[in-house]
Structure formats: C-alpha cells, structure tokens
C-alpha cells in the first residue's frame, strides 16, 4: 500500500461498486461455509464511513453489487478505502485503495482494485468513479439561481404557497425597529404563538401536533394583539380538547422519553422532563389521539439499548381552514420551538420582569420545500430495496431506507454560497474525520467542514466571505457535569478544527494583517437586568449579579439574505444522521430576490428576516449590516460582542446592547482556540468552556458515537 499525499476531496463523487472475483474460501473461513457468505462493501475516507453496499448472497466467488452512490465529500484523505466483510462469516476487513489524487483530476475510473490483505492474488473490487470538485460544479458556482432546487430530496419544490418568518414566540408591536424592502415595502415582524392559537382555533378538520416536548398546560396567547377567538384564553390542552368535541380530528405525536413514568406505581418526570405521560393521561378519555413515539421498534434489549436516547424530534402544527373562496388552505408551522414550557419569549428575553404575568409557571411566496432526517424504521411506505430507494433520492444502508435530505440541503446551501452565511443553532459538531484528537467520535455530519471550505475557496480568489455562527453559551443541562462538558470537549474540536483549515490558507496565500476570525466567528447571548432585591435572602451568583445566558434554541441557516432553512434540526450527528433522531426542516427562497435575477444585493423577506434577528441580537440597526460579508461589519459585530462580554462578566451591572456576546475563546493567528484569558469556567455556573473528553462513550450527549454493528 502506497503512501500518498493528503489532500480535500471537496466536491460529488459519484460511484459504483460493481462486483468482486475470486475470493477464496480462506478470505472468511472454510469452504464448508461458503453457501453462507453474505459479503458487503464499505466505503472510508480516513476515519468517516460514507457509504455501504447492502449484503448479498454469493453462492459463488464473485459476488455482484451493482450498486450506484452519489456522495458529497469534505474530506481530508490520502486514499478512498473499500472495505470488503463477511458479516456471518468473520469480522475481518480486507480491503482495496484509491488513491485520493487520482479520484481528484475527475477522469472517469472504471477497474479492477486488487484487495490488500487477501489470501488470494487476483481478489479484487471492481469500482466505477468519477469525481466533480466544487470550484468547477455549475450547480454550486453560481449561487442561489431562480431555479434553485436540493438536489438528492424526497419531497418535491412548492411554489406560490405562503412563507412567513418567526423569530421569537412572540414579538411586541413596536418592540423592534422598521425594516425597510425593496419596492418600499416593510419587514412584518410576526407573533407565531399567537398566530398558532388563531389557526387551531379556525381548524375545520384537521389538527396534527408533533413536538419532542408537548405541555398541555402552556398558554400560547399571553400579550395578544388582536381580539381572541372564543376560546383563546384555554390553555392549549383545553383548546385541543374544545376543538376535538366540535368534531375535528385532533392527533399528538409526542416522543416517548423511556426514563419517565406516571402511573400508579410510580411517578418520575424523567431525565429530560418532556411531560410526555403527564400530557398523554391528560388527553385520557377525550377525542384527542395522543401517541407517544419511541422512535425505534425495541424488538430485543441487547444490541438496541442506545436507541432508547434517539428521538422523535420534529416540531410542527398543522391545521387545514378556510382558503380563498372557501378553498381548503393547509397551513404548518414548523421549526424548533415546541409547544411545551421553557419556549415562550420575546425579543427582550428576560430575566426578571413578567416572571409573575408572561412567564408565570414557565421560565425554564416563496418557493420552499420540505427536508428531513428519517428512516423507514418510523416511516410507512419507504422503499425495501436499493433501486426503489435511489428513485425516491433515498439512501439504503442496512435494510434500511434513509431520509438525509436536510444535511443535503445544508451542504448545497453552503457550497452556493457566495457572500456569507448566518447560523443560529442549539449545536454545532461535526466533521470528526478531521478533528486534531479523537476522530473516530463518529461525528461525521460535513457541515463545519463545508463552512470552512467554502471560506478557504473564498480566500484563494481573494472574494470577501464572513461566517457567523450564534450558539448558546453552554448546552442544556449543567455546564459541569459529564455529558455537557463531553459536548463541550466536541465543539470545541470543531471549532479548532474549522480556524486551523482557514489559518492554514491564510498563511498559505500570504495574506498580510490577516486573522481567521476575519472569517469565521461563535457568539452565544445574554442578558442583565436589574431587579428589587427585598425577597432574595438566597440568591444564586448568577441573581447575585443580575445576569444569565440566553438559551439558544432556534435551529436555522441564512444565505446570502437569499435562502433560509428553519427546522428542528440541530447541528450534530443524532440531528443529520437520518438513521437517530427524527427531524423536519424547511428551505425556501424567493425567484424575484437573488441576487442573479437583481444583479445586486436583495433585500426581500429572508434580508428582512435576518436583519430584524439582527436589530434583536445587536440592539440596533447600523448600514455596515447590509453587507454582511464585509470586514467592517465583522469587526462591528465582534467590537459589539466584545465589550458586551466585558459588560456581562463584571460584578457591578452594566447594561449591554442588545444581547449578543463573544463566545468566550480565544483565536490564534495559527487557528488555535484556548478559553479567553480569565474566562477558562462559565460565569457564576462553573464547568470549563472547553469542557473534558469523556470518559464514557456519550450514548446521551448530542453526538452519540457510531457504533460498530458488525453482525446485525
């Protein structure tokens, strides 16, 4: 085996694994075993496994696949490894090489790969390959086009149905500055749990809810705008339940949480206190159908006790009413807030004020199409075979049909990106096959790789291009405790892993006065406020001081003010995988504002969308934030971000603007990212920013590591 140099496979490969000849009976085992060999393929770059063939019986020495892949790489590899396995036979792995600067000049490759490792001298895999790098991909160079579409979705596009953009529960009249438009028209910052009420409310047949959490007790209407319907001022479990006895089917799909029990004998809230049997018993005896989800069929304990931590994730409502002249008009809301406690707020983000009105009991035109993460072990009437599955932009590994559509959409966004890119996520880990230590974490979601390439493409032809990624400060759950500082010790890979690929090329290209976060940037949010101290005889630090993050929950990508995907879906593994969690997202443009249709920069919906989370996070609108991509807006930001940081770490209160903060690390010009000098603990909650690596294999983290299932 030859050593080869490393360079990034960055662009489609597209691949057939053929067949094989000659594999003796000594490759597995005896011959007397023959009749059983059920021989497969997997295919590695580095550490990441990005496809595999499905098993077939081979009666013969020559098994025949014939199996097309289409597969978008992010990849730093010297070779492409083809792993040929017998799973009832033996765990060994033989296997063939390509090299990786052979798939890169594009020619079409077509065979016979000798297996190293094999008895036999003429074992080979036949491989057909060609390769597109993303430079010179039409599809990726021009950007969004008004004819954009996800290549490789399930769901086809939509047009001429209705988008509206939420960015907060709800938002306050008035509350947030006005937004201009092209052709003199106003961004409408709207009031989507208010908004959800009315359309419940005016169902006529139909009311579908699907949340990881759903609370019965939670009030979606607590500042209304505008006059209630009879009935508004139930809590939602009420009103479903009003709705359900005027004859309108009323079904839940909530996820099961197999740590939590409510009956007779027992009562636990469980681990992650989604309320799910609390609600479940509530719709007990009624006309609402409420199911809960344990996303996976536990036929037997063993090989499946991990799967009881996937979840059924997605987050939508929808209801049917009355169109226009009396037409039936289907209406979703979708994204990554579910109706349960700890959701509701508004664009001030409290933390004092209202706890005893708005949050009493509850602190805690486009054309769009539909993504998801999914497999046909949730879903009825997925294909059962490889040809069937491809037909449907399906995926087929292990007997299984795999939805990855919103990861598609993610990667293609990114790769037509031509300005810059704007990311508010609850998680951000991925690409582990590059990570500086532990790259068989599993985590081999592309999408911080993409981000990172699209900024080195970006830096070669010496284009302006700016990443800004918002996060929460830490992940759910407390910041010292092993899962959390686990998740930590993951992000913290990634991040190092994106500024050290940017740096490289900095350097590479001799950029004078230049710094990766020039580039790339994470901000989390905040918030101080002053409160009467006349009951607060044991106050935590964080009370003491009048300060506490802001919990990034939101899971969505802005491109170019051209093109938004919003959904349920976090930046991680278990969200991107399609074969973990199960999620739903949705991208959406409009034709009429792109910048190829305007030939200069729109400023339509998704513009206003961005800016008005903008005017939220930053407090103010300035004209630098037309141009995102633009050094001075970065430094704007990041001088904004700074000294808010500075403002919420001290011990007399000081007021920020608005509520964006840096993310507490520090940059070096090389790409290496430390704690901020000072800052190595979170403010008043402890645990490092950096976190540890875990010392178990994180089966209930946000990564979740792949598991080796040889002989399932």
């Known amino acids: 085996m030859e050593n080869n140099e490393t360079i990034y496979l960055h662009g489609d490969m597209d691949l057939v694994i053929v067949e094989a000849r000659r594999i003796t009976s000594t490759e ?22 990005v496809a595999q063939t499905t098993r077939v019986r081979a009666d013969s020495q020559n098994p025949m696949w014939n199996e097309h892949f289409e597969l978008p790489l992010a990849h730093p590899v010297d070779q492409v490894r083809f ?31 000798p297996v190293v490792g094999s008895n036999g001298t003429y074992t080979a895999i036949r491989l057909q390959i060609t390769f597109t790098p993303c430079d010179i991909n039409p599809s990726y160079t021009s950007g969004i086009s008004e004819d954009y579409s996800v290549k490789r979705s399930y769901f086809p596009m939509r047009h001429g149905g209705k988008l509206t953009l939420y960015q907060d529960a709800h938002v306050i009249d008035g509350r947030l500055p006005e937004i201009g438009l092209d052709y003199g028209r106003k ?32 009030r979606l209407v607590r500042e209304d705008s505008k006059q209630l319907p009879n009935g508004g001022d139930l809590n939602l479990g009420e009103l479903l339940k009003y709705k359900s006895q005027q004859g309108v089917r009323v079904v839940l799909l909530i996820w099961d949480d197999k740590t939590s029990h409510d009956n007779c004998f027992i009562k636990t809230g469980g681990l992650m206190k989604t309320h799910d049997k609390e609600t479940r018993n509530f719709f007990k005896h009624s006309p609402v159908t409420c199911v809960l989800d344990a996303r996976y069929r536990i036929n037997n304990v063993i090989p499946q006790v991990c799967r009881i931590f996937y979840s059924q994730h997605q987050k939508c409502v929808i209801t049917d009413t009355k169109g226009h002249e009396n037409n039936r008009k289907i209406t979703a809301f979708l994204g990554g807030l579910d109706l349960c406690d700890g959701r509701y707020d508004t664009p001030d983000h409290h933390l004092y004020d209202d706890l005893n009105t708005l949050f009493k009991d509850d602190y ?36 299984c049909a795999i939805d990855r559509s919103i990861q598609m959409a993610y990667i293609q966004a990114i790769r037509c990106a031509q300005r810059f890119i704007f ?73 190092q892993m994106m500024y050290q690929i940017i740096a490289q090329e900095l350097k590479s290209a001799n950029f004078e006065n230049a710094h990766p976060s020039d580039y790339l ?32 929950h939101s899971k969505g990508m802005i491109v170019d003010d051209e ?40 400023c339509g919906q998704i513009y206003g969308y961005r800016m008005s989370l903008w005017a939220e996070h930053l407090g103010c609108i300035e004209n630098c934030f037309k141009y995102p991509e633009n050094l001075e807006c970065v430094r704007y930001i990041n001088n904004v971000a700074e000294d808010n940081w500075k403002r919420y770490t001290t011990e007399e209160y000081n007021q920020l603007q608005g509520h964006i903060l840096k993310y507490p690390i520090e940059i070096g010009v090389d790409g290496s990212v430390n704690p901020l000098p000072g800052h190595e603990l979170f403010p008043d909650v402890g645990g490092l920013v950096l976190g540890n690596p875990p ?18």
Not at 189 to 212: P, R
Not at 377 to 391: D, I, M, Q, T, Y
Not at 427 to 443: L, N, P, Q, V
Not at 534 to 552: A, G, H, L, P, Q
Request: glycine share 4%.
């Open 563 to 602: 093109y938004v995907i919003i959904g349920s879906a976090n930046i991680n593994q278990r969200s991107m995988a399609g074969h973990r969690d199960t999620e739903i997202a949705m991208g959406a443009y409009q034709p009429h504002y792109t910048c190829t249709r305007k030939k200069e920069h729109p």
């Open 695 to 712: 010392i178990f294999p994180p089966v209930i983290t946000a990564l979740t590591i792949e598991r080796n299932e040889i002989g399932k």
């Open 83 to 113: 792993a040929l396995i017998d799973t009832y036979i033996s765990k060994k792995e033989i296997g063939a090489f390509v090299p990786a600067k052979r798939i890169a000049i594009g020619d079409l490759i077509d065979e016979w790969f």
């Open 521 to 552: 940037n994470f901000y989390c949010l905040g918030n101080r406020e002053e409160r009467h101290r006349e009951e607060s005889s044991s106050d935590s630090t964080s009370e003491k001081y009048d300060r506490f993050m802001i919990y990034v």
């Open 423 to 495: 990311i508010e996520n609850q998680y951000f880990i991925g690409s582990s096959f590059a990570w500086t230590s532990k790259r068989k974490a599993g985590a081999n979601n592309l999408i911080p790789m993409e981000l990172a390439l699209k900024i080195v493409s970006k830096i070669r032809t010496k284009e302006r291009f700016s990443v800004y990624v918002v996060i929460p400060m830490w992940p759910e759950g407390e910041p010292d405790s092993d899962s959390v500082r686990a998740i930590l010790y993951w992000q913290g890979q990634t991040i």
């Open 28 to 49: 597995f085992v005896y011959e007397d075993f023959r009749r059983l060999r059920h021989p497969y393929v997997k295919v590695y770059l580095g550490e990441a496994r």
């Open 364 to 399: 805690h035109n486009p054309i769009f199409r539909i993504f998801r993460s999914v497999d046909s072990e949730s879903v009825e009437g997925f294909p059962r075979n490889v040809l069937a599955a491809k037909e449907q932009n399906l995926v087929f590994e292990k007997k």
């Open 187 to 218: 961004f409408e910052q709207n009031k989507c749990w208010e908004d959800i009420c009315h359309t419940i409310w005016e169902a006529h047949n139909l009311i579908y809810v699907i949340g990881w959490s759903i609370y019965h007790k939670v």
